[in-house]
């Protein structure tokens, strides 16, 4: 059985899912705004964060909290959830191409013990990647080869190449799995 509380949420969450609601024309418009602001329009859509500041508020009440003006919370947490999806994507994007390079190229010598921490950290993540995703980021990255002439190489040495387009996709999964390998590793030292 729900509690006061809870009833009260959800009465007054209802309101948002009405499209005649002025109170949910406002929340969404304040929700679109917000992505928006954050650049977050084509990775979520206002419904997926209500539906998150929903469940917060339900969770939130199981723990034996209560929440006085379900709206204006609402409207509170759909900001911060806007936030910390901006905050997280962020931290996943700086990561890019050129911080590879400059980490794997080891040209420049890292001054500090932060900067020292993501070198290892990239090398190590480097050094975990298969065979096949090594070479093909030293040839493009490193390198800085054609596709056409990666193409050329790998048949030199014997291996099957369908087409440059697949091995342009070779090398987004490569990063993406560098990505992740990078990313678990910062996960272990935390």
């Not at 006061?4 to 948002?16: P, S």
Request: charged content about 30%.
């Amino acid at each position: 059985m729900l509690s006061c509380g809870r009833k009260a949420f959800d009465t007054e969450f209802q309101v948002l899912l009405d499209s005649g609601s002025s109170s949910a024309h406002s929340m969404l418009a304040f929700i679109k705004r917000s992505l928006a602001q954050f650049n977050l329009s084509n990775s979520y859509s206002p419904t997926w964060v209500l539906n998150e500041a929903y469940m917060r508020g339900i969770k939130l009440m199981a723990k034996g909290e209560h929440i006085d003006k379900p709206l204006a919370w609402v409207r509170a947490t759909a900001y911060n959830i806007i936030r910390e999806q901006s905050r997280e994507r962020n931290r996943f994007s700086q990561l890019d191409e050129s911080m590879i390079e400059f980490h794997v190229n080891c040209r420049l010598v890292v001054s500090e013990e932060i900067e020292e921490e993501l070198f290892k950290r990239v090398n190590l993540a480097f050094e975990k990647l298969e065979p096949e995703e090594k070479e093909i980021l030293r040839l493009k990255m490193i390198k800085d080869l054609s596709w056409k002439e990666i193409k050329l190489h790998l048949i030199l040495q014997g291996k099957e190449v369908q087409n440059e387009a697949t091995l342009r996709k070779r090398k987004e999964r490569a990063l993406k799995h560098l990505r992740s390998i990078y990313h678990s590793l910062e996960l272990q030292n935390v």
